[in-house]
Every structure is written in C-alpha cells, then in structure tokens.
C-alpha cells in the first residue's frame, strides 16, 4: 500500500505546503495515517471567499463556449489520470477500485456534458402582450458557488457541480468532507495543472478550503456565495437550509435516503436478485442511493429472503477485504463509529425481526484498525419506525406487501424520498409505482444505485429537494433575467392596458 499511496499523492504537488497538524487523514482500508493537513483558518476562508468574488467578476465575461474548453481539458486531464486518483478515492474512502474508477469515469461523463451545455445555456423568447415589444428570458451566470461534500462520492459530486458551474460562468469554492480531503486536493492540482495553460482562467477559479464543520459554516454563512449546494446527511442540511435561507442565498441540498425496491409477484427474480445485491453491499452500503429496504409480495417473500441470505452469507465469508484487491466486493465501512452505528441498528430491530442473517465485523485480526463489516439481511413481519432512518452500512429490510396499494404506502412511509425502483414483470404495476413513487428516482427492473449523469439526480422529503448532474440542473448554477424591449417609434403601451396619460 506504501507505494500505492506515494503514486497516487504525486497528484497533489503542493503537499508539503499544506502539511500541519490540525487534521489527520487515515484510510479506512487499514486506518494507516495517510497525511496530516492544516485546516484553514478562519482569516483564509475569508481571503478564499474574496479572491473567489474576483475570479468570478473575470470568468463570468468569458464566452461560454470558452468556459466549456476548460472543462474539456480538465476531462482529458482525468482521463489521462484516471487510475492514480482512483486508487486515491479507494485509499481515502474505502470504496473497491472498480468502483473509484467508476467515480471518475463520472467525472469524465459530466465534463463532456458540461462541455456540450456550454454551447446550449438556452433561454426563451416569449410572445409579448403589447404591440413592437419582444420579451426574452436570459440566463446569466450567478456567483461564486459553494459546494460541500461528503465522503463516499469524495471527488464525482464536486465534479457534478463544479463542471456545470464553470460553463455556466461561475467561480467555485469546494469544503470536501474533513475525511476525504487528500482527493479534493488532487482534483483541484489537475485542475489548477489546466488553468495555468488557460489565459482566461483567473486565480481563484476554484479552490478547496481544507476543514471541519467549522469551515463549511463560515462558508454557508457568507452572504457573498449565492449559491451553497451541500451533499451529505439529513442532520447537515437541517442546520445549512435554514443558515442560508437567512441571508436570501440558495441552497441546493442533497441529503440521505431511505431507498426501496418493491418486488412483485410477476418479478423476474433473475433479474431483481442482482440489483438487490449490488444496490445493498455495493459500496458497502455506503450510497445516498443504497437499497435499504426491499419490498416483497408475499408470495414471494420466502425465497427472496433465502437466496438473499445465502448470498449475504457468501458475501460475508469470502468477498469481504481490502478495496484494493481484485475479487473484493465490499471493502470497510469508513470509521468505527460507522460499524457502531450499523450494531446498534442491528440491536434496535432485533425484537421485531423474524429472522437476521449475517452482521458482525468481518477480518479483525487483519485489519485491528479498520472497521470491515459482513452484510445484514433482516426479515421483519411490517415496516416500523425502527428502520425509517438511514443507517449508513450494508443492512437490507424485507418487508412483505399485499397489495401494490399497500407497498406503496410502505414505500412512500419514510421521511428520506431519494430513489426508489420497482421489479415487475407488468407494466400497470410499473406505470402505477412511477406515478406514485414520492422519490426523485424511480426505476423499473433496474436498482436504486448507479444513476448515469444525464438524468437531473436529486430526491424529495428530507433528501433536500435539490437537483444536479443532468438534465436541466444547470438552471441552478445561473440566475435568471426576463428582459422586455420596446421597438416602436410610438409611445410605448403599458401592460395590462393601463392607462397613464400626463
Ligand atoms: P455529513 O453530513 O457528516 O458531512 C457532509 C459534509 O457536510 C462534510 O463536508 C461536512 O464537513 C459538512 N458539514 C456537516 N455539518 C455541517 C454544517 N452544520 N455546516 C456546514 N457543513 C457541514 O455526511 P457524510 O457522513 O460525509 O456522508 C454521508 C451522508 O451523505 C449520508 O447521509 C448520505 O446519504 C449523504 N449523501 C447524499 C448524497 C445525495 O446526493 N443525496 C450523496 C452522497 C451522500
């Protein structure tokens, strides 16, 4: 691991110039220390958020399309350092390798989109009451952005926002999350590495401010950022919406889930086994998007829970280990606290479940220091308030349904509304669920987790109503400006025919 790590800090340069004492950096695939950083003070959040506010008055007067040429080279600039900062993702977060690939692979997907959106911030032109005016509405760009991140997508979701807010004309200030930081800081190298060659990049484009919640409050508390969109729990954006409301800024949340996939009695289970699988263990159960809970006919309930349990058991025994290791399906979960966390769910549902399979720490005479755990399935007889939180680990719910009625109001009980699937073989069923479903996500024989980006990716309820990726999302990263000219030599016409004569 030593020389993964040396090659894969090459990506930030400037290390040595950030090295303090205030924030230890450990790996959670063996809890060695991987760096210790300053975190800025609260002078030099300042000083960021001000150069910010310049750069963003330069940028913002940069053609579009320009903007978009930057963006295209930060993707060549990824491509071409695809694997280290993968294999820096996997050591920071713990996710397997495939995976953190995976994770740049959507910072590649995003930058192409950004670059073609470039060419495309359409607005409208609207048909005008009056007689020799035209009416338009255009899209300008907003302001300094402020993004904050959470662990387990430590580098694609700065990439999702920083990429359209620079097409979009926007400067852009990013506050990883204080247990990823070292990727934060290898992005931002790569990108600084494109700015230089870019005459019309000012100083300050982007930067990272290396802290705490501390930092991400001062950032969210500052009238001069218009825009904070924030990705983590539901508890962050409890204490940031309100934060920036208070001063009239925007707030763009992306918060936890509680997703369900609801299997019906026409499923086929070939095909809904597996995406169960890789919606549940996949990343360690460490998505906003994970499968959580799993809806089952009753009909069907017995056998997905058996051949649940049988692969949980399989998964736990022999696909549990190092994220760097070909063959490993589930590396560690983040932290102790985070295998504290998935225990005392286990304990809280243990009075009401018919049956627990799996659970436990996994390789703790490997890996004394790391928290590796082995995948839960819990069967329970009805859905309770027990398991209407997130736990941020591997823990699948079954729960049976009767009716499609009743599995959606199972569904629909939770507080979380980010992604939701539904496996069916009968298209009423599927048609039905996608009407009713109250998530951001709703798909149909395929799982919760692994969205492509050009869908607008976001959910309802406590997930924080925010959209970003694609689609339309960019509208976010803009402000928008209805614009009214009169053309006539006459007297112009007041609207709504009113009347004004002096
Ligand atoms: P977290 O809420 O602990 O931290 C996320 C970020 O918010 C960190 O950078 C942290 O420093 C910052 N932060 C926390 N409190 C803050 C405050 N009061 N003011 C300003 N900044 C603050 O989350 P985490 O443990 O890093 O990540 C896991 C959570 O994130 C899960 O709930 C998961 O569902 C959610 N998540 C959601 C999405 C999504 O797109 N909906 C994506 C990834 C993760």
């Known amino acids: 691991m030593p020389e993964t790590l040396d090659q894969s800090l090459k990506l930030i340069p400037n290390l040595d110039s950030l090295r303090g004492d205030s ?9 060695a220390e991987l760096a210790k950083l300053r975190v800025d003070s609260a002078a030099e959040v300042d000083g960021k958020i001000a150069l910010s506010v310049k750069a963003f ?43 953190g690939r995976g994770e740049v692979q959507e910072m590649i997907d995003i930058c192409d989109f950004a670059v073609g959106l470039s060419r495309q ?36 979701v700065w990439a999702w926002n920083a990429c359209l807010a620079l097409v979009c004309g926007d400067s852009c200030i990013w506050k990883p999350s204080e247990k990823t930081p070292l990727t934060a800081l290898a992005c931002q190298a790569l990108l600084d590495e494109v700015c230089q060659t870019f005459p019309e990049a000012p100083k300050g484009l982007s930067q990272v401010i290396v802290g705490t919640v501390e930092q991400g409050t001062q950032l969210v508390e500052d009238a001069r950022v218009p825009l904070i969109s924030a990705t983590g729990s539901t508890r962050m954006g409890r204490a940031v919406g309100p934060k920036v409301a208070a001063r009239f800024g925007r707030s763009l949340l992306e918060l936890g ?40 006919h009753e009909s069907l309930v017995d056998e997905v829970f058996a051949k649940l349990s049988s692969a949980y058991l399989q998964i736990g025994e ?27 769910a286990l304990r809280a549902v243990e009075s009401e479940a018919e049956a627990i399979v799996g659970g436990g720490r996994a390789l703790e005479s490997e890996f004394p220091n790391a928290f590796y755990a082995k995948p839960a399935v ?125």
């Open 23 to 31: 924030l230890v950096v450990t790996s959670p695939v063996d809890g």
């Open 57 to 99: 008055e330069a940028w913002r007067d940069v053609p579009a399309p320009r903007r978009g040429e930057l963006v295209r080279l930060l993707g060549e600039k990824l491509r071409a350092n695809k694997e280290d900062l993968a294999r820096l993702v996997t050591l920071e977060c713990g996710k397997i390798l495939e995976e």
């Open 121 to 156: 911030l359409y607005g409208l032109t609207i048909q005008s009451e009056r007689p020799n005016h035209t009416m338009q509405e255009n899209w300008l760009p907003l302001g300094p952005v402020g993004i904050i991140s959470a662990f387990n997508f430590p580098v694609a």
């Open 257 to 296: 889930g509680n997703n369900a996939i609801i299997v019906t009695e026409s499923a086929d289970l070939d095909i809904a086994i597996p995406s169960i699988l890789f919606g549940s263990v996949g990343t360690a159960g460490q998505r906003c998007t994970s499968t959580r809970r799993v809806i089952v």
């Open 318 to 344: 022999s696909k549990v280990g190092s994220p760097l290791v070909a063959g490993t399906l589930v590396g560690p979960l983040i932290d102790g606290p985070a295998f504290e966390g998935m225990e005392s």
């Open 378 to 502: 819990v069967k329970l007889k009805a859905q309770t308030p027990t398991i209407h939180t997130e736990t941020f680990a591997p823990i699948t719910y079954i729960i049976p349904y009767r009716t499609l009625e009743e599995a959606l109001r199972i569904h629909n009980e939770v507080p979380q509304g980010l992604s939701s699937a539904i496996m069916t073989t009968d298209v009423r069923d599927a048609e039905t669920f996608k009407r009713y479903s109250d998530c951001g996500i709703a798909n149909v024989n395929i799982g919760t987790s692994g969205a492509e980006i050009g869908g607008a990716f976001g959910g309802e309820k406590e997930t924080g109503g925010g959209r970003e990726s694609g689609s339309d999302s960019w509208k976010a990263y803009m402000r928008r400006q209805t614009s009214t000219t009169y053309f006539g030599r006459e007297k112009p016409a007041l609207a709504q025919g009113i009347r004004f004569d002096v």
